[in-house]
């Protein structure tokens, strides 16, 4: 199965005195200087990297950012050294360390999502790799989670084989923006003004972004930069792998990661690093759903006449079937249900939410498929997945049941002539 759940990077913490922060700094200098795998940053105000030289600069001055990436070849783990500037009386120091499951724990794949499966071997290089940098560094039990991205991957050939990624994209860009949130955007140079990307959908907020985007056209940007600075290449045939693959990532920052170890900390979970609570499937698939739902939504999607033939078939009075269809109408000219939504205020959109809620109990998406496209219906990406996840548990648990009585038919008459 090509489509995956699960979370992609995380980011720990541990925190250190100044006098163990000056010499942790020169461990890393030191670990540069005797492997050549590691370069130095010092981060400025406007976020941008400069090449620290601790000899030079004078490693008792510490800055208030450094970066330390992998040069040339990509270990799965990025480390950041932050100084606590938000209190005066006692200045201590931060060391963060953001993971990438997958590639830290030894497999070279930019696509499947990793899992609480792959946290042993995780945890395993990464106390290697901290101990060969610094016994300052300790090992991954002495930091806290300060962030996770969940997500999941969708194989649009898998589970839709019908649509394109593209057609998915358009009708996902077309989904609901939640309350304080919003929609990320650039400056278009063509058409003068802020635009976002056609390939992805990227919303903000103080506590949790969502980022749904097509991977392989991430992957491709990720080639085209590494080609540029020198860092290990991502191979044309990897990007060509997620060709059909879109990504729905909820990532977690400090806030919403706060409250995740607090609740499990009431769950009984006291250790101080709490990824056997923040990353097991039940976790990954709870904050998936929640916000899968608060934006792409949890009904199918159909064209407008689908729907409406839906509507009708259930007999309500006139005036609910009327409501419900002329907000699919209005989402319909609209092109987008963030839109029709923020044209409303007050009751208008109390009224509004209410009906938006009396689609859903019919699995009815808002938003509908165009009419050119000729598909007629198209299942809720996130059951799709449930639905094939869940055919590929009874096939395999009905291999195994054959296999295990192909064994005791082998053990009692031997193998047939």
């Given at each position: 199965?090509?489509?995956?759940?699960?979370?992609?990077?995380?980011?720990?913490?541990?925190?250190?005195?100044?006098?163990?922060?000056?010499?942790?700094?020169?461990?890393?200098?030191?670990?540069?200087?005797?492997?050549?795998?590691?370069?130095?940053?010092?981060?400025?105000?406007?976020?941008?990297?400069?090449?620290?030289?601790?000899?030079?600069d004078k490693a008792y001055m510490l800055p208030t950012h450094l970066k330390i990436t992998y040069f040339k070849e990509d270990r799965?783990?990025?480390?950041?050294?932050?100084?606590?500037?938000?209190?005066?009386?006692?200045?201590?120091?931060?060391?963060?360390?953001?993971?990438?499951?997958?590639?830290?724990?030894?497999?070279?794949?930019?696509?499947?999502?990793?899992?609480?499966?792959?946290?042993?071997?995780?945890?395993?290089?990464?106390?290697?790799?901290s101990e060969r940098i610094s016994p300052l560094l300790k090992n991954f039990d002495y930091y806290s989670i300060k962030r996770i991205?969940?997500?999941?991957?969708?194989?649009?050939?898998?589970?839709?084989?019908?649509?394109?990624?593209?057609?998915?994209?358009?009708?996902?860009?077309?989904?609901?923006?939640?309350?304080?949130?919003?929609?990320?955007?650039?400056?278009?140079?063509?058409?003068?003004?802020?635009?976002?990307?056609?390939?992805?959908?990227?919303?903000?907020?103080?506590?949790?972004?969502?980022?749904?985007?097509?991977?392989?056209?991430?992957?491709?940007?990720?080639?085209?930069?590494?080609?540029?600075?020198?860092?290990?290449?991502?191979?044309?045939?990897?990007?060509?792998?997620?060709?059909?693959?879109?990504?729905?990532?909820?990532?977690?920052?400090?806030?919403?990661?706060?409250?995740?170890?607090?609740?499990?900390?009431?769950?009984?979970?006291?250790?101080?690093?709490?990824?056997?609570?923040?990353?097991?499937?039940?976790?990954?698939?709870?904050?998936?759903?929640?916000?899968?739902?608060?934006?792409?939504?949890?009904?199918?999607?159909?064209?407008?006449?689908?729907?409406?033939?839906?509507?009708?078939?259930?007999?309500?009075?006139?005036?609910?079937?009327?409501?419900?269809?002329?907000?699919?109408?209005?989402?319909?000219?609209?092109?987008?249900?963030?839109?029709?939504?923020?044209?409303?205020?007050?009751?208008?959109?109390?009224?509004?939410?209410?009906?938006?809620?009396?689609?859903?109990?019919?699995?009815?998406?808002?938003?509908?498929?165009?009419?050119?496209?000729?598909?007629?219906?198209?299942?809720?990406?996130?059951?799709?997945?449930?639905?094939?996840?869940?055919?590929?548990?009874?096939?395999?648990?009905?291999?195994?049941?054959?296999?295990?009585?192909?064994?005791?038919?082998?053990?009692?008459?031997?193998?047939?002539?």
């Amino acid at each position: 199965m090509h489509s995956s759940l699960g979370f992609h990077t995380m980011t720990v913490v541990l925190i250190l005195k100044y006098n163990d922060m000056q010499q942790l700094i020169r461990d890393f200098r030191r670990y540069s200087q005797a492997t050549g795998l590691i370069q130095i940053y010092h981060v400025d105000r406007n976020g941008k990297g400069i090449r620290y030289h601790p000899t030079k600069d004078k490693a008792y001055m510490l800055p208030t950012h450094l970066k330390i990436t992998y040069f040339k070849e990509d270990r799965g783990i990025k480390w950041s050294i932050r100084c606590n500037t938000n209190i005066d009386s006692f200045r201590s120091y931060f060391v963060e360390a953001t993971i990438n499951a997958k590639i830290l724990g030894g497999i070279t794949d930019y696509i499947t999502a990793a899992t609480y499966d792959d946290m042993e071997m995780v945890i395993k290089n990464f106390n290697l790799e901290s101990e060969r940098i610094s016994p300052l560094l300790k090992n991954f039990d002495y930091y806290s989670i300060k962030r996770i991205d969940y997500c999941i991957n969708f194989s649009i050939n898998e589970l839709l084989p019908k649509c394109s990624p593209e057609q998915v994209m358009t009708l996902i860009k077309r989904g609901n923006i939640p309350p304080h949130y919003k929609e990320w955007k650039k400056y278009d140079t063509t058409s003068h003004r802020m635009k976002s990307e056609s390939s992805s959908l990227y919303l903000i907020n103080s506590s949790v972004n969502i980022n749904c985007y097509m991977k392989h056209v991430e992957l491709q940007e990720r080639l085209c930069k590494n080609e540029t600075t020198g860092y290990s290449m991502i191979s044309q045939a990897t990007v060509n792998e997620a060709l059909d693959i879109i990504r729905f990532e909820v990532q977690c920052k400090y806030l919403k990661t706060y409250i995740l170890n607090s609740k499990a900390e009431e769950s009984g979970n006291h250790d101080y690093n709490k990824y056997e609570s923040l990353l097991t499937p039940e976790a990954c698939n709870e904050e998936i759903n929640y916000y899968f739902k608060k934006t792409i939504g949890k009904g199918n999607w159909y064209t407008l006449q689908d729907a409406v033939r839906i509507i009708q078939s259930h007999y309500f009075n006139k005036q609910k079937e009327n409501r419900l269809i002329e907000a699919l109408r209005f989402v319909n000219q609209c092109r987008s249900l963030a839109k029709a939504k923020a044209t409303y205020q007050g009751s208008d959109l109390d009224a509004f939410k209410r009906t938006l809620k009396d689609l859903a109990a019919l699995n009815i998406n808002p938003v509908t498929i165009p009419r050119e496209w000729g598909i007629r219906h198209i299942p809720n990406l996130l059951y799709a997945y449930y639905d094939k996840q869940s055919d590929e548990k009874n096939e395999k648990e009905v291999e195994e049941f054959l296999y295990e009585n192909f064994k005791q038919y082998i053990k009692k008459y031997g193998l047939p002539d």
